[in-house]
């Protein structure tokens, strides 16, 4: 008797019924799911551990060189914002231009400078500049302070109370200079949070006697830090009363025709979006004053505007920070060009188990998932542990104390998603190639 023809269904294979218990169903549905495809690609990594660690190195390095300069960049663009910003927001500084050193053990600036106390008076008036909160005229210059056996060179400014204010300041202890002691022309000073350190390190700074070009001053007050650096922080600076700058210190100068001159004259807006109308009254009272013409050809003066530096250094700044990243982001492309070549290599060595998958009924997207995975892997590994290292990195170089960095969630995902995309672009080529492979050829292959 001749065997019972097998059922067929309308395609002509086997019912399930008849097919081989040791094959998946899913291979005979015509695939298998995507978390099997993505178990054996995994289980592919595992077997060649070494390979899997060398490919996603590259990936690794990129992703931690992006990672840490970003985070560094930030970082930088962050503390050189609140340097700037540390001594005042919104504030206006008026210079003579063409300004010149004198005076003082250093030299003063401010000699011959066309800006005086009448021309802060005249900003002062708040029909005049009504835009403006605080003015304050000021004469600097750098001197030698002796405490004891101690001593160091530092900014002194000359400066009325209203300078407390207008630039933030906040004592640590004692008073700040007063009305009093301007008109009196004070020997009194109050010291910047690193002078203060320098020259007491004991404390008690308060009441002390110390030496500016060899005359006596009293300590009246220690500034908090401000935690600035740089652009003129007054963390390593000292104040005295203004008439005591112009007086005493400096070359004792004498008054002019015009009035006593002063080095700057800085002028804090309303808000923000009043500095510009602010700059327009400045400029507009002083070529009054001074008998300029109105289109500022002739101005003996110029107006530094701190809301435009600050946005010219944190474009500078952010210009840098993309630049350093985009080149360290080309090692992630090298990284992408390692991971297709090894994945090349890898259908190559493989080719009979792609030609034996897809005669038992693996289709071609079924292939090219597990090959796309396997890709998406390597770079997603080498991503993570990037990122890890990178952070690393940054928290390293801050505690240096030499540059800061501000680590950001944003960027840490811009750079995994990014070798993310490399992997799988260029993971592509190698799985399209083992998806279009011939399973005869394939398993003739050797």
Known sequence: MSAPEQPLTLSGEPTRAERPASLPDELWDGGISWPETLGMSLASLRA??????????????????????????????????????????????????????????????????????????????????????????????NAQ????????????????????????????????????????????????????????????????????????????????????????????????????????????????????????IVVQATTADQIDAALSEIQAVLRERKNLPLDGSEDTFSVINQAAILETVTQTTQMLTLFLAAIAAISLLVGGIGIMNIMLVSVRERTREIGLRKALGARESDIMLQFLFEALALSGVGGLLGLTLGSVIALLVSQTGVLQAQLSLDAGLLALGFALAVGLFFGIAPARNAALLDPIEALRYE
Do not use: M
């Open 145 to 264: 302070l002796v405490a004891g056996s101690l001593n160091v060179n530092a900014r002194i400014t000359g400066a009325l109370p209203v300078y407390a204010s207008l630039h933030n300041n906040t004592l640590a202890e004692g008073v700040f200079v007063s009305e009093e002691d301007n008109r009196a022309a004070a020997s009194v000073v109050v010291l910047g949070a690193n002078v203060a350190t320098t020259l007491f390190p004991n404390g008690g700074a308060v009441g002390q006697q110390l030496r500016v070009n060899r005359q006596s001053f009293r300590v009246i007050g220690v500034l908090e830090s401000s935690g600035g650096t740089g652009f003129g922080s007054i963390d390593d600076g000292v104040i005295v009363p203004l008439n005591t700058a112009l007086r005493k210190l400096f070359g004792a100068r004498a008054a002019t025709g015009a009035g006593w001159s002063v080095s700057t």
């Open 48 to 141: 060649n551990p070494l390979r899997t660690v060398l490919t996603a190195l590259g990936v690794l390095i990129g992703v931690a060189a992006v990672v840490a300069l970003l985070a560094i960049g930030r970082g930088s663009q962050a503390a050189i914002t609140a340097s700037i910003t540390a001594n005042g927001a919104n504030l206006l500084t008026i210079r003579s231009q063409g300004a010149t050193a004198a005076g003082g053990v250093r030299g003063a600036v401010g000699e011959g400078s066309s800006l005086t106390i009448a021309d802060a008076d005249a900003l002062s008036n708040p029909q005049n500049v009504p835009n403006a909160t605080y003015v304050s005229p000021e004469y600097g210059g």
